[in-house]
């Protein structure tokens, strides 16, 4: 069983910054993509960045420039560092993980989230 846990969302004033991390812990034998949502209650869960295992990086448009998605394979982690908030990226943040396991000789390749990390900005 594969477990994503995210952590460092709460409260920051506009113009404030956070970084959230994402641990993923189990029987992981690779980590492929790896990506930040976020969604707010009642819509559609939407795209902040992916990172690939080789580093590439994906953001979406609005958000590029003030969050920098990051991840540190050896540790099986993610981050996202967001700059400059503004209350519209009040949300809950959702991390995402492509993870291959082993099991019985065989490979298995699916999606895992996590519970989700709540980001408020307000002043």
């Known amino acids: 069983q594969v477990q994503l846990v995210e952590s460092g969302g709460g409260l920051v004033q506009p113009g404030g910054f956070l970084r959230l991390s994402c641990a993923a812990s189990?029987?992981?034998?690779?980590?492929?993509?790896m990506g930040w949502y976020r969604q707010a209650p009642g819509k559609e869960r939407d795209l902040v960045a992916t990172?690939?295992?080789?580093?590439?990086?994906n953001y979406a448009d609005s958000l590029k420039g003030r969050f920098t998605i990051s991840r540190d394979n050896a540790k099986n982690s993610l981050y996202l560092q967001m700059n400059s908030l503004k209350p519209e990226d009040t949300d809950v943040y959702y991390c995402n993980a492509e993870v291959v396991t082993f099991t019985r000789g065989q490979y298995y390749r699916m999606a895992y989230w996590g519970k989700g990390t709540l980001v408020t900005v307000s002043s």
């Open positions: 189990g029987s992981i034998f690779s980590i492929n993509t």
């Open positions: 990172i690939t295992s080789g580093g590439s990086t």
